[in-house]
C-alpha cells in the first residue's frame, strides 16, 4: 500500500506537470497577475499522504483488547482564498486504515473489522517566506471528525449470490469530535498557476470518552483525547477571482 499511495503521487505531479505547460487561458493570466501584483485568488489543493495516531489507544474487540498506534493513506481537497501572506479557506480529508483486523464472533463467522476517518476542518496560513518560485507557509486548523468503524462477516463480504440484500451489508459506528492542530509547509511553483508541495500537520481529536457500542456489542475503536500527524504532498492550482 506504500507503494501504491507513492507511485499515485509521482503519477500525479508528472501528469499535473505536462498539462500545465498547455495552460495559457485568459484566466490563468489573470491568475498568474493576481499573484504577482499582490492581488486575491484562490487555490484548489489536491492532497495525499498519511495520517498517523502514534499514540491512540485501539481497541479492535473489546475494551480489553487494546493495541497503541495506527497508520492510515489519507486523501483530502481543500479550497483557500489567497490574500498576499495570508490564506484562508477549507476542505476535508478522508482517510483509511492499511489493515483489515479480526473481529469478535465465532470463528466461523470470519468477522473482520476496518476503520475509515472523515475530517471537515478550516484552515488559515500564514506565509512568512515568500519567493517567485518557493513560498513556506505556517497555519492552524479547527473542524470536526468522524470515526466510522464497521464490522463484517464473510458473507457479507464475499456473498454466494448477486442478489441484492435489504439493508446493509457491515454494521457501522460511527464516533464524532473536534479537531484543532497546526501546520506547517513549502509551495513550489513550476509554472505560472500550478504548484507543488508537501506539509506537515500536527492535531488534536478530542472525541468522546465513553466508546459507543454496536447492537452486535462490538466497541467503538477510539475515544477521548487522540494524537494526529498528517504529512503528505500536495497539488494546488490557482484561480483567478
Not at 489493515?99 to 469478535?104: G, L, Q, V
Request: hydrophobic share 45%; net charge positive; glycine share 8%.
Amino acid at each position: 500500500m506504500r507503494r501504491a499511495a507513492a507511485a499515485v503521487i509521482v503519477a500525479l505531479s508528472l501528469c499535473v506537470a505536462a498539462r500545465a505547460e498547455a495552460d495559457d487561458t485568459a484566466q490563468a493570466r489573470g491568475a498568474a497577475a493576481a499573484r504577482a501584483r499582490g492581488r486575491p485568488y484562490t487555490m484548489a489543493e489536491f492532497s495525499a499522504g498519511f495520517l498517523a495516531l502514534p499514540a491512540a489507544q485501539v481497541c479492535l474487540k473489546s475494551l480489553t483488547n487494546c493495541s497503541h498506534g495506527e497508520f492510515s493513506l489519507a486523501l483530502g481537497i481543500h479550497n483557500l482564498y489567497r490574500y498576499q501572506a495570508f490564506g484562508f479557506g477549507a476542505g476535508i480529508e478522508w482517510a483509511t486504515t492499511m489493515r483489515n483486523d479480526s473481529a469478535r464472533g465465532a470463528l466461523k463467522l470470519e468477522r473482520d473489522h476496518s476503520r475509515r476517518y472523515f475530517l471537515v476542518e478550516t484552515q488559515v496560513r500564514y506565509y512568512f517566506v515568500q519567493r517567485a518560485a518557493l513560498e513556506w507557509w505556517a497555519g492552524a486548523t479547527l473542524g470536526g471528525v468522524v470515526v466510522n468503524d464497521s464490522w463484517s462477516a464473510k458473507a457479507d463480504r464475499s456473498p454466494y449470490a448477486d442478489t441484492q440484500l435489504v439493508g446493509p451489508r457491515a454494521a457501522t459506528l460511527g464516533t464524532e469530535g473536534i479537531t484543532a492542530g497546526i501546520a506547517g509547509g513549502f509551495e513550489w511553483t513550476f509554472t505560472k498557476n500550478w504548484s507543488w508541495g508537501m506539509k506537515l500537520r500536527y492535531s488534536s481529536w478530542f472525541l468522546p470518552e465513553e466508546r459507543k457500542i454496536s447492537p452486535t456489542l462490538d466497541v467503538a475503536s477510539l475515544s477521548g483525547r487522540v494524537d494526529m500527524f498528517d504529512f503528505g504532498a500536495a497539488i494546488a492550482y490557482r484561480i483567478a477571482l
